[in-house]
């Protein structure tokens, strides 16, 4: 406790009272922040919880898009295995994040995603399809095949092209919050990134210029224990990410980012104080990256895996959320394995599809960056085809020159 002084230093950032004790600010409160839930392991309701009450259609919905990302994952993390695509980082263990923050935005909402939330695209509308013909990087790729696998974007759908640049798109984000203040819309600006993306600078001076330019932008951190083989004990010495708000002057709340229910019910809450204080939040997710860190890494080699094991059975996102519906009576063994049947069959056939499409034609490489190419790109050009003539074998057949 601090023996305080009634006379105040009129300092230029206010009033600071003054006390005539040596006493630092602790580095950490004796208890940890804790972790808001709705629904316990077992996907019972916990009594006197307080939460946003969704709707048979939106919690149907919410079940059946973290089953369809869950499938869409399993089939093509196995396409990678069997070659067909170059790479690909699946979202397991992250679906309710993914899904159920989607689902408390309204479409206007400008999403700034980092690369595992595909989730929140499925929400809006992005087809199999589409998600699809990404990962073969196809004529109808929206970014004409420039980019890796998983790295989507759509502009109809309000989300940015994923940069594989960790947290670069967090400043993005706040930039585009404050032109939603400046328009006067009713939208915020929504930033999605991990534990690992807190470490870079982009992190620390989003949060700042978003507190000091009010800015109507929600800062989503899925804390999943992991950047890539970095557990977070080697990240920060914090109570994690959500204490982080406060020192730049931002209202935070953690949450279990395996129950959807928490999850809807404080994005929603966010949002709306969000726009209607003209203000940033922070939510810090708790939860576990269930899968690899992406096709190039196995994570057996830093993690048991009993551990992985266990966040996949007792902490299951999508068995915790069924166990609600169905106990709601929206929800049967039916209506989920004749939605399995019928996803993996549509998955499979976009997979097919997008796999035959044709590659976007060569010249796509060197276009839509200038109007008028500057001469090191033309001379890289004349290079590439010129390589490709001298050596035709080493070149995929399938890429239109
Ligand atoms: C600026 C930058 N540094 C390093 C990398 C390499 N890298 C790619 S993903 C990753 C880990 C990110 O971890 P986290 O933000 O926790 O997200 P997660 O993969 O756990 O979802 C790193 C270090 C990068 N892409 N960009
Ligand atoms: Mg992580």
């Known amino acids: ?10 300092f230029p950032g206010g009033k600071v009272a003054f006390t005539p004790e040596i006493q ?27 939460f946003v009450q969704v709707s048979e259609e939106v919690a149907v919905k919410i079940y059946s898009d ?9 089939i093509f993390y196995e396409a990678q295995r069997q070659g067909r695509l170059s790479f690909y980082a699946t979202a397991i ?34 087809t199999l399809q589409e998600f699809a013909n990404q990962c073969f990087g196809n004529k109808s790729d929206y970014g004409k095949g420039r980019q890796m696998p998983v790295h989507y974007g759509s502009n109809k759908l309000n989300y940015f092209t994923v940069s594989a640049t960790i947290a670069t798109q967090l400043p993005n984000a706040v930039g585009a919050a404050y032109s939603l203040k ?6 915020c600006a929504v930033t999605y990134f991990g534990d690992g ?21 929600l800062f989503i951190c899925r804390n999943n224990g992991w950047a890539i083989s970095t557990p ?22 953690r949450v279990d980012g395996n129950d959807a229910l928490a999850m809807y019910s404080a994005v929603h809450t966010a949002r709306e104080m969000a726009i209607r204080e003209q203000r940033p939040i922070l939510i810090e997710a708790l939860t576990y990256r269930v899968g690899h ?4 890494d196995d994570s057996t080699r830093y993690r048991s895996a009993g551990e992985i094991e266990w966040w996949n059975k007792a902490r299951n996102p999508l068995s915790r959320f069924r166990t609600w519906i169905e106990s709601n009576g929206w929800w049967s063994d039916k209506t989920e394995s004749d939605l399995r049947s019928r996803i993996k069959k549509e998955m499979l056939e976009a997979l097919r599809v997008a796999e035959k499409t044709e590659k976007p034609n060569l010249q796509n490489m060197f276009s839509d960056v200038y109007d008028v190419p500057p001469s090191n790109l033309r001379e890289q050009e004349l290079l590439v085809r010129q390589t490709i003539n001298s050596h035709p074998q080493d070149y995929p057949s399938d890429v239109p020159l």
């Open 1 to 10: 406790m601090w023996t305080l002084n009634v006379q105040v230093m009129d």
């Open 24 to 50: 630092f600010i602790s580095e950490s409160d004796k208890e940890r922040v804790p972790c808001y839930r709705v629904l316990d392991d077992n996907g019972q309701l916990i009594t006197n919880s307080q």
């Open 66 to 74: 973290m089953v369809t990302l869950q499938i869409m994952d399993n």
């Open 93 to 126: 263990g992250e679906e309710a994040i993914n899904i159920a923050s989607a689902a408390a935005l309204t479409p206007q909402d400008v999403i700034f995603p980092q690369y595992r939330e595909p989730g929140v695209l499925l929400w809006r509308g992005f």
């Open 182 to 187: 400046m328009d006067k819309k009713d939208a």
């Open 197 to 217: 993306g807190t470490s870079e600078g982009d992190f620390h001076a989003a949060l700042n210029i978003a507190a000091v330019m009010e800015a109507p932008v």
């Open 232 to 253: 977070t004990s080697d990240q920060f010495r914090s109570d994690g990410v959500v204490v982080k708000g406060r020192a730049y002057g931002i209202r935070s709340i």
């Open 293 to 296: 860190h992406s096709t190039s």
